[in-house]
C-alpha cells in the first residue's frame, strides 16, 4: 500500500523528507498558505494543500501518517486550532506522526548534558510555547505521536556561509556558551527510520555530535572560505534582535545516544566541521 504522508507546514525540514521519500513511491501532500507557493508545490510532484480547516480535513481522510512543523504562537498550536476536530478523528487511522520540537524545551544547563529523561523546565517564551504544544500534541487519544526535538537546522542555503562572505557575520563570545546543531539531511534521515518503524509516545533529540560555541563555527566558516575571521564581540556589547537573544538565554549539551540506539542509525555530519565541509564541496560542485 502507497504510504501517504501529510505535511501540516511544508518548510525547509519537511522538503529533505519528501526528497528521500518521493523516489520510494510515497505520495507526499504540503499545506501552504500562498497560491503561488501551492503552485510549487505542485510543479515538484507534492500534493498542495490549502491552509483552510476544510482542505486539511479532506486531506487526513487519505493520509497514513502526518507530520507537523508549524511552531506555536501566542494563541498556541495553529494546526490543531486550524482543524483540532478533523486530527483527533483521523488519528485512529494513522501510521504515524512526527511532531517537530525544540531542545529549547529543557531551558538553561550553563552547558550541561540533557537527554529525553530532564525536566522541560524551558527558560523563554518560545521554549514554555513548545512545551505546551508538545502537551497538547499528546493528549490527543490513539494519536501515534513520535516528539522529535530538533537543535538549530543548519544546511543548504542555511548557514554562516552567505553572512561570512557579505561581512554579517558576527562572533559574539559569552562564556560557556554552548550551542547543539544539526543538519537538515541528518534530520530526514532519523524521520525516515521513524516512519519505517514507529514507536509511538516517545520523544528524541535530533542533533550532532560536536555541541560547540557559536564563535567557533562562524570562525571555521571564514576559514574554509579563506576570508578573515569576523572580531569577537562581547555579549554584553552585542546587540540583538528578540529572537537572537532568546538563543543566548539558554546553554547546553544534547544528547542523541536515545536516537541512534532506537534507529540503528550514526548521522551522516556527526560534526559541525563535517557539515560544512560536505556544504562548501556541494556549492564548489
Known amino acids: 500500500m502507497t504510504r501517504h504522508l501529510l505535511c501540516l507546514g511544508y518548510g525547509y525540514s519537511a522538503q529533505a523528507l519528501a526528497a528521500r521519500l518521493q523516489p520510494k513511491g510515497w505520495h507526499i501532500a504540503g499545506t501552504a498558505r500562498d497560491e503561488t507557493k501551492r503552485d510549487a508545490l505542485a510543479a515538484a510532484g507534492i500534493t498542495p494543500v490549502a491552509w483552510t480547516g476544510d482542505a486539511v480535513a479532506e486531506a487526513l481522510t487519505t493520509a497514513t501518517d502526518l507530520l507537523i512543523s508549524v511552531g506555536p504562537d501566542e494563541a498556541g498550536d495553529p494546526s490543531l486550532a486550524l482543524c483540532g476536530d478533523a486530527i483527533r478523528q483521523a488519528a485512529p487511522n494513522l501510521t504515524w506522526a512526527g511532531y517537530l520540537s525544540t ?144 538563543f543566548y538565554a539558554e546553554s547546553k549539551r544534547v544528547s542523541n545516544q536515545k536516537a541512534k540506539d532506537t534507529f540503528g542509525i550514526g548521522l551522516a555530519y556527526p560534526t559541525y566541521k563535517d557539515g560544512l565541509a560536505a556544504l562548501l564541496e556541494q556549492e564548489r560542485a
Open 103 to 246: 531542545t529549547g524545551v529543557y531551558g538553561d544547563h550553563q552547558g550541561g548534558w540533557v537527554d529525553e529523561d530532564t525536566a522541560l523546565t524551558p527558560a523563554t517564551v518560545r521554549g514554555k510555547r513548545r512545551v505546551a504544544a508538545e502537551a497538547e500534541w499528546q493528549a490527543i487519544p490513539n494519536l501515534p505521536l513520535h516528539i522529535f526535538r530538533l537543535a538549530g537546522i543548519y544546511g543548504p542555503g542555511r548557514g554562516p556561509f552567505a553572512k561570512v562572505r557579505a561581512g554579517t557575520a558576527r562572533r559574539i563570545i559569552k562564556q560557556g556558551q554552548v550551542f547543539s546543531r544539526i543538519h537538515v539531511e541528518d534530520i530526514a534521515r532519523y524521520l525516515e527510520a521513524s516512519l519505517n518503524a514507529p514507536t509511538p509516545g516517545e520523544a528524541y533529540n535530533l542533533c550532532d555530535d560536536d555541541p560547540a560555541p557559536p564563535q567557533d563555527v562562524i570562525a571555521h566558516a571564514a576559514d574554509l572560505l579563506g576570508l578573515p575571521c569576523p572580531p569577537g564581540i562581547p555579549y554584553e556589547e552585542a546587540e540583538f534582535t528578540p529572537m537572537a537573544r532568546s
